[in-house]
Each structure stands twice: as C-alpha cells, then as structure tokens.
C-alpha cells in the first residue's frame, strides 16, 4: 500500500541507519528592522547536524557551514584613475622654455605670495585676538579685519597665475541657500571661496596644525572633523546642522568627494552636507588646460606650486548651479539627496560619477609606499565597498598589507603559493577550495579586489562571528581560555593531515598576536578578523564534534 503524505504526516521518511552524519546550514533572508541576534536565534540561522548525507569537508565550497555562497558579486575591473595628474613630467619644448622665460617672473610671483601670506596672517591673528566666545557668530568689526586677509588671498590666487577667474552664475543668499557644496580638484578652491564667500569650512583635524593656513582657517570658525571616528563624524553633522540653521553664521562650504581628484569625474560624495536637509548649491570649478594639469592629484605641493608659478597664465572657471533642496512632498534620506546633488555636477561638468572615495586615495598611497609597480591596480571603488560590504577603509588597509605580503606580480596578481604562505597553509585539498573560492576566475590567479571581496563576503557572514567563538570554545579543550600548539593540531588536523612540527608553528605563530606563546581569545578572533579565509580550518572538527552554534549562543 501506498504511504500515506498528508500534511500532518513528516516530510522525511526515517532516515537508514548508515548515513554518516553532515554539517547543514539553514540560511534565510534577513526579516527587515530585525536584529542580528533575534535572527542567530530563530530557527533559519542555526548550524546543526542530521543525520544524513556527507561531510562538509567533501564539499567543493569550505565556507557553506557559515551560508556563505559559492559565488560573490565581483565588479567589472576598471582601469579610471580619478586621482592621476596627466602632466606630471614636464614634456615638449614649449614648455620648457615657457619655464625658463617665467623663471624671473616666478621669483616676483614667490615674493608677492609670501608678503600676501605674511600680511593675511597678521590681520588674522589680529582679528582673533582677545575672542574667546567662539561657539557664537564672529562680531562684525572682527569680520571687517578679516577682509584684509580675503584680499590677501586674492593676491594669492594673482601671484599662482589666476589673473582672472571666470564667473557663471551667482551665489544664492545665505537664508536660501545655507550650505554650498563643489567639486574638488586643488588647493585653488579653498582660496578662492575664502576670497568670495567667507565661509565656515569643514576640514580635517590635521589642517589645524599646519603653518599660517591652520590661523587663517580657525577665523573661519571651522568644523574640525576626524573621517574615521564615528563620534567626530557625528558631531561635525550637528555642527552643521547649528550654523547652518542660524543666518548670523556664514554659509556653510563642503567638499563632499572628501579629496581631491584630478576634475575628470566626479567620485563618490558623503553625506555630511546632506544630513542636515537643507537647499543646497552646487558649485562647479573647472581647469581648462592645454600643457599643464592643474590638478592636486600624485604631486607634491612644491611641484605643483612651481609648474603654476611658471605659467604665463593659469585658467579657472567657476559656475554656481541652480539650487537643490531636499523632496518637500515626502521624506528623502541624505544617501538619495547627495546623488541627486552629485547627478547635477556631474552632468554640469559633462564627467562620470564613479564608485572611488578617499578610501581608494588610501590605498594608492598604501601601494605606493611599498613600491608597487602600478599602484592604481589596488583601488577597489571603496564607496561601493563600504556600502556593500560593510568594510571600512583601515580594514581594507590591513587586507592590502597582507595581500602585498603574497608578493604580487607587476599585474597585481598573486599565485597560490605565495598566497598559502602567507596564510601558513600547505598545499591541500581543503587549500585549493579556500583558493578556488576567491579565484572567481579559475586562472590559477587572485587579484586585491578578489582577496577584499571574497574576505570581506566571509566577514559578513550572520555566522561567521558566533563560528569564531564556537571554534575557540572547542579548540580550547583543557578550559584555560587559550590555545595552546598541541590544542590548535588537533583542531585542524581533519582540515590539513600531516601537518608538520614547523608547519603547526607557523600557523600557531600567526594566531598567537602578541607573541607569548598561547593563543588567547582575542587573538584568536583578531587573526580569524584580518584571515577570514581560515575559519574554514575549523569546520571539519566543529562537524566532526556534532555542535550547534544555538547551544554555545
């Protein structure tokens, strides 16, 4: 007769007694406002055995007991450097005996810009001497001194060669338009909106530091802002949102690309501007060049300022665009108000918008201080990354140091040998699946962007971090709350067999942080944080022992 499957009848018959056991993960999609430990307990986030099936370590994906997929979003390689000068060698003879004739001018224009430089400072130091009030507006007779020190940077701007400046459109008036955000491609913008505008400025903590310029700036009353501190993040926005609401305070100025690029395109904004809700106007500035790129991008200052002072003249164009103000009709978030801002100035500026941030300027320099031959290879298009991943810039950092460690090619690619020895791996199976895993290519090849990426989708993982813990809790079998070499053998023998004494040591030595011979539960989730790839090592014991991530929660 027939079985009988009704809905109240099991969906699996009895399982035969001689299935051997197999790790399975139940994943299901996030429950929206839902958080990360409601969803590890309810039924969809629990790692569990059944009694059916295969090991996990016979499985072509080593990160499935975590619900990582096999595969993970990979954007098309782009070769835009939005940070490259394009005349960074002086090139023809035009140029060179252009520089040659205004090598006596330059010498006058060196002299003017260092009497303006000295003279601006006094009048500032003058202005701010005695003010001791400086949570409130500047008192007007102190705001009439500082036009000596605008006027001074209009001469400034005359002694770098911007004999005139090109002027489209109008600044809108403050009670419209409290805040005024632009594009950012030198050190020229700021001078000429303190000329223009007098704006209160937000700026990095370091420029406070800076000769002359860090006085000039505090007039400004600036908005002193630590980009990767949260809670400095967070007060420079309240900041903004108090003077921008107050029409005694000067607008407010913002570069929201956050660096400088070289005016080609336009590179991810952030929302410090947007938070607020208020009008904004755009501003674009433009450099239009034949011999020389004005751009503050891979150059120095001093070289910069010398190709400039060695121009017979210097071009500069400055438009104010129509105004942009949050939707009134229904709530916008500051993500969708920046792109509809940036939409404007990239269209304005007839350029691309890309996914780069300041974060990928981080990278190229990381690059660049340890020699790489092209340094603009490991530029990943941080913004993108960020959002997607939830990687900051000083992780993506600690992941670029380690993969500079594989000793990559001039390509930027590195090989699976260099890359087990660094992870202090040995050629294996369960190595060529940790591999093959970030290898999306199969080419036998890994590029930065693949190492970040695949890392980076194991991080985020909703087990990843209870995973961590469950491997330590079970590695750590005398209960001493550390790892010790025998301990750490046991764990990943079923993951590698055959490990050698200098093998186990090795690999123990990168777990061990500190160097004191255990591995504690700190370093143990530091190195599985910075190695995600090697939470695999410990999924074949945590299978073999039968455990449950729900039981240890």
Known sequence: MAEHHSLSAP?????????????????????PDQTESTALQSQSALLHLQQNGESNNNRSNPFEFIGAHESFELPSYSTIDPFRNHTLNIAGVYEWVKIVICLPIALVRLALFGLCLAVGF??????????????????????RLMLVTRISARLILFSFGYHWIKRRGKPAPREIAPIVVSNHVSYIEPIFFFYELFPTIVASESH????????????????????????SRKHAVNEIKRKASCNQFPRLLLFPEGTTTNGRLLISFQLGAFIPGYPVQPVIVRYPYV??????????????MFRMFTQFHNFMEVEYLPLVSPHENRKENAIHFSQRTSSVMASALNVVQTSHSYGDF??????????????TQFMVGMAWVESSFHIKTLEAMDFLETFLSMNPDPSGQVEFHDFLRVLRLKPCSLSEKIFGFIDVEKIGKITFKQYLLGSAHILKQPLFKQACELAFIECDIDGKNCILKQELRDAVTLAIPNMSED??????????????????????LSSLKRHPLLIALF??????????????R
């Open 503 to 524: 093998e186990i040591s090795l690999l123990h030595g990168l777990f061990d942080v500190d160097g004191d011979g255990r591995i504690s539960k700190y370093d143990f």
């Open 291 to 304: 011999h020389f790129d004005q751009s503050w991008g891979h150059i120095t200052v001093a070289k910069l």
């Open 539 to 552: 999924s074949p014991w945590l299978w073999h022992k039968g455990l449950t991530i729900a039981d240890h």
């Open 122 to 143: 006094m009048a500032t130091k003058l202005a701010l001497h005695g003010w001791k009030d400086k949570e409130n507006p500047m008192p007007k007779w102190r705001c």
């Open 362 to 375: 981080m990278l190229f320099a990381k690059a660049s201080e340890l020699n790489q031959e092209n340094p």
């Open 11 to 31: 969906l699996l018959s009895a399982l035969p007694s001689d299935h051997k056991p197999h790790l399975v993960i139940n994943v299901q999609d996030p429950i």
């Open 208 to 231: 406070d530091s800076m000769p002359f310029v860090g006085t000039i700036i505090r007039a400004m009353q600036v908005i002193y802002v630590d980009r990767f501190s949260r809670s």
